[in-house]
């Protein structure tokens, strides 16, 4: 499959589109009063009319003039840098010397956040002075059409996770792998797609194979399946937070499945999702990439393994993961606190504030989302990667 229109559905805007979506964001009125009251919250009630006029102006600014996809992501990255300022404490990163700069890669990472995930990803890209990722997204996010405009101009590219027939769900996902392989190959671009579908909301970071599946898809029948996984260049990648700023809803949504089986998501609420995401405090957060793989994989199975083992292996452990993991074990293990930063008494006071916020029936859930990374560290596997748990995907 080549690129003459096959991916017009999927792939992010080009160039020659920018000026005319962008125009296309500038006429939203929702998308104007989304940001109104995130923005001026008591304001917006009191005077929506001033606050729309406010940010119309501010976007006018900002987007005005813009033509190509790097000078919208030059916009977002000022954004994330003062998203940065005040939300995130230090931004470490290792494994980018291992990467030749002219190669473009499949970065397969664990799933944390919605948006930041990839966002930290193309910082850290950008600052080693590569290029900026592909992002894969599920059109279950896109339920507003500034939401699609928005991340399709910067990069985004289209999961259909809405079909609904086994033959449109095949259909939706030969398109994928075409499209991804055709991004890496074709038109060099580094592509970034999360571990499995969903965030791992219980900390359990798991590749779920149907992904590289999905990723074989495209194989020629003529190759052989490890070449055809080398020919990807996949990166596995782990990114930690010392602070999830969702912890609290991630843990209700785990403990009402954990009780009732079921988690019915309010509209929007993965917007909103996104929101807190980038508003709310992280501390320290690490980038850790992986080696390319290269071995002679037999099957998805073996690839998603192998994903697992590096991202585990190379998962930075902060002292929120080592407390959380002593108290969920009852195991003062000092393997775990000898992988992690020297300030574990220090951070002390802070997570016991945070675990009390919790109500006491949900606190197991707590801890256990903090402490699976470093059970994963350690050879302590909560659960087996084979059975994907979902816990309500995006």
């Known amino acids: 499959m080549t690129d003459n229109g096959s991916f017009d559905d999927i792939r992010p805007y080009h160039d020659d589109e920018v000026s005319a979506v962008l125009a296309r964001i500038l006429q939203s009125h929702e998308l104007r009063r989304t940001l109104a009251r995130w923005r001026f919250p008591r304001l917006s009630r009191l005077a929506p009319w001033a606050t729309d006029w406010l940010v119309s102006r501010h976007l006018q600014r900002q987007l005005s003039g813009l033509k190509t996809v790097a000078e919208v992501q030059q916009v977002v990255a000022a954004y994330m840098q003062r998203m940065m300022a005040t939300t995130v404490t230090a931004l470490t990163v290792s494994g980018l010397e291992q990467l030749a700069a002219d190669k473009s890669y499949l970065f397969i990472s664990n799933h944390r956040d919605i948006a930041l995930d990839p966002a930290f990803v193309n910082m850290a890209l950008y600052a080693h002075g590569q290029q900026t990722v592909r992002i894969a997204i599920g059109d279950n996010l896109l339920t507003k059409d500034y939401v699609t405009d928005l991340m399709r101009v910067n990069k985004s590219f289209i999961v259909k996770r809405s079909a609904s027939s086994p033959r449109e ?206 059970l994963n560290k350690v050879g302590k596997t909560p659960c087996g990667c084979a059975v994907q748990s979902e816990n309500s995907p995006e």
């Not at 912890?247 to 609420?269: C, I, M």
């Not at 994903?307 to 002292?319: G, M």
């Not at 009852?330 to 002390?348: C, F, K």
Request: aromatic fraction near 10%; charge should be negative; charged fraction near 20%.
């Open 169 to 374: 769900k095949l259909k939706a996902s030969k398109q994928l792998s075409a499209f991804i392989q055709h991004s890496l190959q074709q038109e060099h671009s580094h592509v970034w797609l999360a571990q499995r579908e969903g965030r791992a909301k219980d900390g359990n970071d798991c590749t779920n194979a149907a992904i590289i599946s999905m990723l074989s898809l495209n194989r020629p029948k003529t190759q052989d399946f490890a070449d055809y996984i080398r020919e990807l260049n996949i990166v596995p990648v782990a990114i930690s937070y010392e602070w999830d700023p969702c912890d609290v809803a991630k843990t209700r949504e785990l403990y009402s499945l954990q009780q009732t089986g079921e988690y019915r998501k309010q509209v929007h609420e993965d917007i909103a999702s996104i929101a807190s995401g980038i508003a709310g405090f992280k501390g320290r957060v690490h980038l850790a990439f992986g080696a390319p793989l290269a071995a002679d994989y037999a099957n998805a199975e073996a690839v998603a393994a192998e994903i697992d083992r590096q991202i585990w292996q190379n998962y930075h452990l902060f002292p929120s993961n080592v407390l959380a993991y002593r108290q969920y074990t009852g195991n003062a293990d000092e393997s775990v606190a000898n992988v992690t930063v020297t300030d574990i008494a220090a951070q002390s006071e802070k997570f016991t504030q945070r675990l009390q916020s919790i109500a006491e029936e949900q606190r197991a859930i707590f801890l256990a989302m903090y402490a699976n990374p470093a």
